[in-house]
């Protein structure tokens, strides 16, 4: 686990809207995740969601409006105490009354002290029917609490409890999870920042069901995109065929073969400050595409004729500017450094992250885990290993205090 993931504190105020159904769940996620919760409920929220429920699961007792300004815990002031201790306040589900409440500063109820007192970041989960969503007063409000410098996460789309379809259902837990990690990661070194990334094997087609890959899994070059997000950059997510994860906050551009993937991310290359190819992009594909499913046959050989495809990163290589960071990875199986350093040279990369790909258990292409050593233009390497996430939080520390960065840091 990332070291700032560690023993984080979170405040849960719940406020009353149908979606609080939900929370129970959701505490479940932060608990399984190591949070340490706070959770405090409206009176109205009390109407939705069980505080038994919370407190059973939370393993500790639940703050309730007839808590606030009571001497029933000695010197203890409730409201200053939890506003003292989080590492962040979610408001969660954020009814249109307690967006309206807390855009004016009220501070009659447990939750509207705790918003006052707090020095923690603020998320607002605002979810309600869409036509008290879209009301101009409840977005004057949600206008109101963003210049107050709340952070505000925009409900789904979708069907809602109340029988409507349309904007103001709770997001997902996941993507609960992803924007709390977002507010509490302490880098921001990619605010203002386009990330490109690339990821997954691609499917090269011989006929109708059958393909050329290989068993990249897209985890390293997902991690490589969400801490991108966590350190604020918008990051665009270019991936071949890969099992489905949280892409919440990120642009993601689904492709299934190389050719598409080249076309998808040329298009995108200008506008990004740092490119990073970490897909493993067939080398291959079939001169054709046979119409019907190829058979078996008599002399039992088949012989496929094969024509390169384009080298993405050899290409955005070429196009790069001098403000921009391209960041290659290598799969390499001998003379690995002298491999990734020619690779890093001829397709015009400021970095390569060079995978050990028979270094076995702990690296390479399904594993979680990775070992992989980051060289950069001029010859300095570094060694880390650790799981994904770490290794590629990692790998944009190096890239981001690295004095060898091109201009765009400066
Ligand atoms: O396959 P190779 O080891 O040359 O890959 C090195 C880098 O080049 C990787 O970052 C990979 O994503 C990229 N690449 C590419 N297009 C290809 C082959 C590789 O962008 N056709």
């Not at 665009?236 to 050719?259: N, Q």
Request: glycine letters at 8%.
């Amino acid at each position: 686990m990332l070291q700032w993931k560690k023993n984080r504190k979170l405040l849960l105020a719940i406020t009353g809207g149908i979606s609080a159904y939900k929370t129970p769940e959701l505490v479940r996620a932060l608990t399984r995740d190591g949070f340490e919760l706070e959770i405090v409920l409206t009176e109205e929220a009390e109407s939705f969601v069980s505080p038994m429920v919370l407190s059973t699961l939370a393993g500790k007792r639940v703050w309730k409006q007839a808590d606030y300004l009571s001497d029933g815990y000695g010197w203890r002031i409730p409201h200053i105490a939890l506003a003292e201790w989080p590492d962040a306040v979610l408001v969660i589900p954020a009814s249109a009354e307690s967006v309206s409440r807390a855009s004016r500063g009220e501070a009659g109820t447990l939750i509207g002290g705790i918003l006052l007192a707090t020095r923690s970041p603020v998320l607002f989960f605002p979810a309600m029917n869409v036509n008290m969503y879209e009301h101009p007063a409840t977005l004057d409000n949600i206008k109101a609490l963003r210049s107050l410098g709340y952070h505000i996460v925009e409900p789904d789309t979708g069907y809602l409890a109340c029988g409507y379809e349309g904007k103001g259902r709770l997001p997902e837990t996941d993507a609960i999870l992803q924007e709390v990690w977002r507010t509490i990661c302490p880098d921001r070194d990619l605010e203002g920042k386009r990330v490109l990334v690339t990821a997954g094997p691609t499917w090269e087609f011989l006929d109708p069901v059958r393909f050329l890959s290989n068993p990249s899994s897209g985890k390293m070059g997902y991690q490589m995109a969400r801490t991108a997000w966590y350190r604020k950059a918008s990051v665009t997510l270019v991936h071949g065929p890969v099992e489905k994860r949280c892409t919440h906050g990120i642009v993601t551009v689904p492709v299934v073969s190389a050719i598409e993937m080249y076309h998808e991310v040329i298009r995108r290359t200008e506008e990004n400050d740092l490119i990073v190819k970490a897909a493993a992009v067939g080398d291959f594909r079939s001169s054709e595409v046979a119409p019907q499913k190829i058979k078996r046959n008599e002399d039992s050989l088949l012989t496929l004729s094969l024509v390169q495809n384009p080298d993405i990163a050899l290409e955005v290589g070429k196009m790069k500017r001098e403000d921009q960071v391209l960041v290659g990875f290598a799969a390499e199986s001998t003379d690995l450094m002298e491999n990734a350093m020619k690779k890093l040279a001829r397709k015009n990369m400021d970095y390569i992250i060079l995978n050990d790909i028979a270094a076995g258990e702990g690296s390479g292409f399904q594993s979680d885990d990775n070992r992989v050593t980051v060289i950069s233009r001029s010859g300095h390497m570094l060694s880390l290993s650790g799981t994904k996430e770490e290794v590629a939080y990692r790998i944009w520390d190096v890239i981001l205090s690295s004095k060898e960065r091109p201009g765009i840091f400066e």
